[in-house]
């Protein structure tokens, strides 16, 4: 066996991950104005300097219109947070109630810090963590002490001695711990505050020993902890964005988990066509055995790569095979590290019909219509693209691969196009550092379909190169085509899910598109369900969500803005509301394509693409779609996976649906509003039917528009309430368990 050391990083790839922020928004449409730009200057003279240069501001003269998308950190004025040394390298935190007049139970548990040797603002690090309990309510899980949400709460269901632990998914410096507490009646209590760097070495840092009572936070800050703070009963008032969390630093000769790793080899064709080399890499994960096999493809000169993306951190062994033999036998180590990057997009392994990213929190995946692969552009506008989309809590582009047989240089010759690949190699490095990726088509339809047929070599090849370059990116999914049906039939959609799933061992999600021009074709063994639904309607997306039989789902026929063809034409506005019904149908992922032709590359088959370096301006809804995920992730939290639509909780008469989790614990009410051009609204009050549920719920109107909740008051199950909206518009209600 040769040992060689053979690994690069691209220029892009060695860049410092930019960040993972979903709750980062900017304006809607409607604030795009001078007068904007006044208000956010006078904000940056009146707020100085600020702690992330990088962060958004928010100006407004009214405190209560600022959208709250994140947890209160610091209620009490404090001098700039240090770490102290039994707080530095922590992996564990354990909370261990020992004395309590009622059962044991939080409402939030925040561990306040930064990744250990990141020079970043300290946050709120318990979002991100693994949690869990010595006990649980079957309706009060572990996961509620840490949901940014300080009205829901864990409960042990059991008197004291009960613990609560959460895990980080890297080592962490800390400089606060703090614990809202959920008890009645009030009485004194005794919390234990423990620290670890390996599961079994716990250090008591703290106790509490306070006369506690529901709404009291209890703070440990080394050097300047204080007596117990309160706080009303009730949700967190608005308050402006968290600055966005950095990940912890890679050590040089390391990799990062979920960030792709490019071995490099060198080999003479020997006269023959390089793209037909057969190279593949096999790793090993040493301590697990968990073994990946990876195609490795041509780049150019004597040049072949394999993209690999690590999905365990530890130490991977690896080894080459190959048709060339200069290829084969090469060997080697990687060791992985936590990266911070939230992983893999596909399907939830608990709750299969919702869209997760592997580390990181649920999604409705909400992608622009951008040609990534064939569109002129230089690196620096796509940059100011992706920062666009990643700001606005968007996820994926949505492209076609081959248009015109574009992938290919001389497609009879079996030669691929190597500028275009390199140069989507390197636009996936900018995507991935932003938390962002592809929704990914091989071919479109009419003049710009294929020119070989099903299973041909071009094909194959085709199919092969694309696996090989992009699986190692996290965020991927594949999918067939457009109007398949005019140029494939089902046997080649099954046969393409088959070549996906063999070559691509990560699981990334694989679909064909079915519906309209493709037919009726559904892919067998499909990992989620794509539509092509040329509207918005809800009936479709419900159907599109009922469908997915395990499998998340997404509508892959892009609504354009302004558009009024009678194909798939929405105002911005409808844009909106599509998004917060696919959101209301179950979490549908839903795409947005711009409202005039643009055919980049001179393809024939001209298509609303939106332009890289003009999606800013072209793209008018974005404001609205920002408030999405942020709410998603910040107000239904890890209870959204188990939500399903509930028919029986609302009068759907004039528009309204409702969205629960089986132990209606979260129930989110959507009001169509009037003037949608697909579905039916009369704008009127909403009637929540909660006879057969039991208990009482916090209630908060959502807008929308500005992202901003406006509490309702405390509503009793087990009768029915009709509440008039704010407006005519679309709105939502959230109720939440008390």
């Known amino acids: 066996m040769q040992r060689l050391d053979v690994s690069r990083s691209s220029a892009i790839g060695a860049t410092v991950w930019r960040r993972w922020a979903p709750w980062k928004k900017t304006a809607p449409p409607a604030l795009r104005s001078i007068g904007g730009i006044l208000l956010l200057t006078l904000g940056l003279l009146l707020v100085g300097g600020c702690e992330d240069p990088d962060r958004e501001i928010e100006v407004t003269l009214d405190a209560s219109l600022v959208p709250h998308d994140g947890p209160k950190l610091n209620p009490t004025k404090r ?39 990141a020079n970043t603002p300290p946050r709120n690090l318990a979002l991100g963590a693994s949690i869990a309990a010595s006990s649980s309510e079957p309706d009060a899980p572990a996961d509620l002490a840490a949901d940014g949400d300080e009205v829901s709460a864990w409960n042990a269901g059991g008197f004291a001695p009960a613990n609560l632990d959460l895990s980080f998914s890297a080592s962490v410096d800390l400089t606060e711990i703090r614990l809202l507490v959920n008890q009645s009646p009030p009485g004194p209590t005794a919390h234990v505050v423990q620290v670890a760097a390996t599961p079994d070495a716990w250090q008591t840092v703290h106790v509490f020993q306070e006369t506690t009572s529901t709404g009291t936070w209890l703070v440990y800050a080394p050097g300047g902890e204080g007596p117990p703070q309160t706080t009303p009963n009730a949700p967190t008032p608005p308050g402006t964005d968290a600055p966005p969390d950095e990940p912890p630093a890679v050590p040089p000769g390391s990799v990062g988990k979920w960030r792709r790793h490019v071995l490099s080899l060198s080999a003479d064709p020997g006269g023959a066509n390089p793209f037909q080399v057969l190279l593949n890499g096999t790793f090993v994960h040493s301590a697990s055995g968990d073994t990946l096999s990876l195609p490795g493809y041509y780049d150019g000169g004597n040049t072949w790569r394999i993209g690999f993306m690590p999905t365990r951190v530890g130490q991977w062994s690896w080894s080459t095979s190959s048709t060339n033999a200069q290829l084969a036998g090469h060997e080697g180590f990687i060791d992985v590290v936590e990266s911070g990057h939230p992983g893999r997009l596909a399907r939830d392994p608990s709750h299969p019909d919702k869209w997760r990213y592997a580390d990181g929190p649920l999604v409705v995946p909400i992608g622009v219509f951008v040609n990534a692969m064939l569109e002129d552009a230089t690196t620096e506008q796509f940059t100011a693209m992706a920062d666009f989309v990643a700001d606005n809590n968007l996820s994926l582009l949505n492209f076609r691969l081959s248009e015109n047989d574009g992938a290919f240089s001389d497609v009879n010759g079996l030669q ?16 991935t550092e932003r938390g962002l990726g592809i929704d990914l088509m091989l071919y479109t339809d009419d003049s710009g379909k294929p020119s070989f047929g099903p299973q041909s070599a071009q094909e194959q090849l085709l ?44 699981d990334h999600p694989v679909s064909s598109r079915y519906g309209g021009g493709s037919g009726n074709m559904v892919m067998q063994g499909q990992t989620y369900n794509s539509v092509g639904d040329r509207n918005s309607a809800i009936a479709g997306l419900l159907a599109a969500f009922a469908a997915g039989d395990g499998v998340p789902a997404t509508n892959n026929d892009n609504f354009s803005e302004d558009l009024s063809d009678n194909i798939n034409g929405h105002s911005p506005a409808d844009i909106r509301r599509a998004a917060w019904k696919a959101t209301i149908a179950g979490g549908v992922g839903i795409h947005v394509r711009h409202n005039a032709l643009f055919c980049p590359a001179g393809i024939t088959e001209c298509d609303r693409y939106f332009h890289i ?102 509503l009793p199950g087990g009768e029915t309430h009709t509440l008039p909206p704010p407006s005519g518009e679309d709105w939502l209600v959230l109720l939440r368990r008390l």
């Open 416 to 431: 691929m196009h190597l500028e275009r690949w390199q140069r989507l190699e390197q636009r996936m490095e900018i995507l």
């Open 79 to 117: 001098s700039p947070p240090t770490t102290p040394e039994h707080l530095k390298g922590v992996r564990y935190l354990r909370v261990l109630t020992e004395e309590s007049p009622s059962w044991v139970s939080w409402r939030e548990v925040q561990a306040v810090g930064s990744w250990q040797g």
């Open 613 to 714: 370096a003009a999606l800013h301006d072209e793209l008018n809804s974005e404001g609205w779609l920002s408030h999405v995920n942020s709410f998603v992730q910040n107000h239904l939290g890890e209870i959204f996976a188990a939500m399903i639509p509930a028919p029986d909780l609302v009068n759907s008469s004039g528009g309204k649906f409702a969205l629960a989790d089986p132990g209606r614990n979260r129930i989110l009410f959507f009001l169509m509003g009037t003037g949608d051009a697909w579905d039916g609204g009369d704008g009127g009050p909403v009637s929540l039917t909660l006879g057969n549920t039991s208990g009482s719920f916090h209630a908060d109107w959502f807008d929308p528009r500005t992202g901003i909740l406006t509490p309702i008051g405390a």
């Open 463 to 506: 199919i092969r190169y694309t696996v090989a370059r992009l699986c190692g990116f996290p965020v991927v999914m594949f999918n067939t085509g457009i109007d398949l049906q005019e140029y494939r039939d089902q046997d080649w959609v099954n046969w393409y899910g088959d070549q996906i799933g063999t070559l691509n061992p990560y």
